[in-house]
Structures are given as structure tokens and as C-alpha cells.
């Protein structure tokens, strides 16, 4: 059976465990950092320890409430999301958020070595994985888009020529002329296997003059 002191005490070691996890969030400077954590994995503790404290352990009753628990988190978590031109922003916190809703249900159920192995795993994915990814060969995606005055454009050959003696290989093109302006543009996704690609190819558009514009937006998480 158990009792209010249970409670109390789950809920506590639920607010310890969200804590240490947004407290990684925080020195990264996430949108949800310590409190955030903190408040989601005590929530989500109060409201199973809390059921099955009234319905005197009655696993129907707390599946229900686990049930909501994980329908709520995931507006929580798509609140986060942001998509930035052609980037999305947020997944990484919007999967935290929604683990350390799981760590405090496991650890309102009273599990705390799992709910303790749970947390201490979530840390060392978000701290120590992600050296190990900024180490890893990536293939860095970038939307382009160039335009050019008809008379003076490159056509596709050039183009192509231009992004390949810059380290990247074209993997989508469109065109577009606007007929009052008699502007080219050219909207292309290319990639590349090396970093500091991008910034050699805007120095070269810069030096160009007959281009009119450019942009260069990277899309990554």
C-alpha cells in the first residue's frame, strides 16, 4: 500500500532527476532548460504516485493517467518545434522533454533505480553524443538560391560547374523569371561532405557582380 509519504518522496526524487537533465539543457542554452525539466518529471510523478496513493494501487486507474500524461507531453513537445527557413529547430529538446515525462512516470511508480538508470542515460546521450556526432563525416544539406539579370545569368552548365569547384554536387534545380524585373533565379539544393564549403561560395558570389542575389541557408536539425 502505498502511502502520502511515498508521494512525497517520489515526487521529490522526480524533480532531482528532471532537474539534472535540464540543467544540461540550460548550460546550452535551450528554450526549456531547468525548470521546464524539472516541472515535467514532477508532474508526471505527481499525477501516477497521486493515483495510485487514492485508488489504492490500482494499475487500471494509473494506465489511464499514464495514458494522458502522453498525450499532453506530445503538445508540449510539438510546442517547441520551430522551423526556421528551411532548418527545424527543436527536435532534440522535444524528445528530452518527452523522456523526462517517462523518467517521472517510472519513477511515480516507484521504480527509482530504473527511473535513476533512465535519467543517467538521457544525460549521456544529450552531453557525450553529441561530441560524438559534431566528430562524425556529415553530409551538410544547404537550399540555394541565386539570381541573375537575363542578360548576364549563368545557364545550368556554369552553374553546376560554379557549385562543383566549390566542394558541392547539385541535387535538385528549378528555375524562375520574373517577367517586370527580368530576373533570374535559380533555386537549388546542393550538399557537400566538407564544412567552410558554404562560406568559400558566398566570398566567390560576392566577387561577382552580375549576380543580382544569393541566399545560403543550411537545413539541419
Sequence with gaps: ???????VARTFAAVVAGGAIGLERSFHGRAAGLRTYALVCFGSALLVAATLYAYAGSADAATRVIQGIVTGIGFLGAGVIVKEGFSVRGLTTAAS??????????????????????????????????????????????????????????DETQLRQL???????????????????????????????????????????????????????PSRD
Excluded: C, K, N
Design 1 to 7: 500500500m502505498i502511502t502520502e509519504w511515498d508521494v
Design 97 to 154: 522533454i518527452w523522456v523526462v515525462s517517462a523518467i517521472g512516470v517510472v519513477i511515480g511508480s516507484g521504480s527509482y533505480l530504473s527511473g535513476i538508470e533512465a535519467a543517467a542515460v538521457t544525460l549521456i546521450a544529450l552531453a557525450l553524443l553529441r561530441r560524438v556526432e559534431d566528430r562524425l563525416p556529415t553530409q551538410a544539406y544547404v537550399h540555394f538560391e541565386i539570381g541573375f539579370d537575363r542578360a548576364q545569368a549563368m
Design 163 to 217: 557549385l562543383e569547384r566549390h566542394g558541392f554536387a547539385l541535387h535538385e534545380l528549378s528555375y524562375q523569371l520574373h517577367q517586370a524585373s527580368q530576373l533570374l533565379e535559380y533555386h537549388v539544393v546542393i550538399w557537400s561532405a566538407r564544412t567552410g564549403d558554404a562560406g568559400a561560395l558566398e566570398q566567390s558570389l560576392l566577387a561577382q557582380p552580375e549576380v543580382v542575389h544569393f541566399r545560403i541557408s
